[in-house]
Nanobody, 114 residues
Framework: QVRLVESGGGLVQAGGSLRLSCAAS????????MGWYRQAPGKQRELIAH???????NYEDSVKGRFTISRDNAKNTVFLQMNSLKSEDTAIYYC????????WGQGTQVTVSS
């Protein structure tokens, strides 16, 4: 059974940085296209970054140039480095497969104060 556990969120001032982690079990991130998603208050969950099995990355326009998705195959973990954070990045952040979504984890709250 696939289990995804996100961590690393917190309260940060605008312009600051955070690094989110997603520890996976029951699957291997090395052979699974993975994504980071976020859900802001009152909005639908959206895909903001993904990484393919080849390591190709892609980003939603609002985070392009500020966020970086990566993975550590040995740790079976996916990361999201977030720099130059803005108040509009405030959301709960989740990781999941890019296709055939697994059960969502609890997510990690990111709050950016202006």
């Amino acid at each position: 059974q696939v289990r995804l556990v996100e961590s690393g969120g917190g309260l940060v001032q605008a312009g600051g940085s955070l690094r989110l982690s997603c520890a996976a079990s029951g699957m291997f991130v090395a052979i699974t296209p993975m994504g980071w998603y976020r859900q802001a208050p009152g909005k639908q969950r959206e895909l903001i970054a993904h990484i393919t099995t080849r390591g190709t990355t892609n980003y939603e326009d609002s985070v392009k140039g500020r966020f970086t998705i990566s993975r550590d195959n040995a740790k079976n973990t996916v990361f999201l480095q977030m720099n130059s954070l803005k108040s509009e990045d405030t959301a709960i952040y989740y990781c999941n497969k890019l296709y055939s979504l697994a059960t969502w984890g609890q997510g990690t709250q990111v709050t950016v104060s202006s």
